[in-house]
């Protein structure tokens, strides 16, 4: 294409999850759903977490913020995508992708710290619980969020820049449901090699280091439990993490699935289930899992009910 017929990209058409008209309503209300759940799933574990004095450990206060991380990474995707169900033209703004795409990466790579840092608590707990609340006192749990935090967002800054410094002058049609990486990256006409090396290092430093925190720390606590005398003992020491375990392993379950398939698989179809299933599923999944498995949180939402009603007939 010659220079003089290149015309700045100014908005990008999301092609969404699937492009077949019949499927668009069903859609909308299968994601509608899935997001109310996630909504209400996130927002009771975040108020349990917050009004429950039975509840104000380390393990919740790190229980809460995940619950703020997939809560603010699905409205940075669903709301979107929800209303691009219901519209012909599916549009966004230039600006207004590299301000999801930098919010998305925000909350991903958050929620990646964020399991790293509670397996490292639920490690402290069962191998060192007399140096439990030395070690993870609440002045360090502040500053673990709050670098966790400052981290998503100094990287969520740095690689939607790169990405968004590229020229994008042929194409506007990304084939996604919402303005990720890797769909950006094919649609751009400039040499993408910088923003790529930068893209790979990120995504490769953030999930191998999580990985080995999260390994290690699961790895001397399975040799701690089985160190234990009692079966009573194991059984706590094992429910304690159970929850966790489980989330961290449909999570990173998804993302080695992404990142570890041969190339010649790859697809950006492959990619969109895949990412439905880490921006949508697994934060209305959370919630479930840490509820539905704990003691605390259960005996929590049960004393919650109880106060609430009772306020109710006294008014």
Do not use: W
Request: glycine letters at 4%; one cysteine or more.
């Amino acid at each position: 294409m010659a220079p003089g017929n290149l015309t700045p990209v100014t908005e990008f058409i999301l092609m969404g999850v699937s492009d077949r008209p019949e499927l668009q309503i069903p859609l909308f209300f299968v994601f509608l759903v899935i997001y109310g759940l996630t909504m209400a799933g996130n927002l009771g574990i975040i108020t349990l977490t917050s009004v429950d004095s039975q509840l104000q450990t380390p393990m919740y206060f790190f229980l809460r913020h995940l619950a703020i991380i997939n809560l603010g990474d699905s409205t940075v995707i669903a709301p979107k995508m929800l209303i691009n169900f219901l519209v012909q033209k599916k549009t966004t703004s230039y600006y207004e992708c590299a301000t999801q795409l930098g919010g998305f990466l925000f909350f991903i790579v958050a929620e990646v710290l964020t399991l790293a840092v509670m397996a490292y608590d639920r490690y402290v707990a069962i191998c060192n619980p007399l140096l439990y609340m030395v070690v993870v006192s609440p002045q360090i749990c502040l500053l673990l969020v709050s670098l966790t935090y400052l981290y998503g967002f100094s990287t969520g800054i740095v690689v939607s820049y790169c990405i968004f410094s590229l020229s994008y002058c042929s194409s506007n049609v990304i084939n996604h449901f919402f303005c990720d990486i890797v769909p950006l990256l094919t649609l751009s006409c400039s040499d993408t090699y910088f923003p790529e090396t930068i893209v790979f290092i990120s995504a490769a430093t953030n999930l191998v280091l999580s990985l080995i925190i999260v390994v290690v720390s699961y790895f001397n606590i399975v040799l701690s439990i089985l160190r234990m005398r009692s079966s009573e003992g194991r059984k706590k020491a094992f429910s304690t993490c159970a929850s966790h375990m489980m989330a961290v392993t449909v999570f990173y379950g998804t993302l080695l699935f992404m990142y570890l398939q041969p190339q010649t698989n790859y697809s950006l179809d492959t990619d969109k289930i895949a990412s439905v299933f880490y921006t949508l599923v697994i934060p209305m999944l959370n919630p479930m899992i840490y509820s539905l498995r704990n003691k605390d949180v259960k005996a929590a939402l049960q004393r919650f009910l109880t106060i609430s009603c009772y306020s109710l007939k006294s008014v």
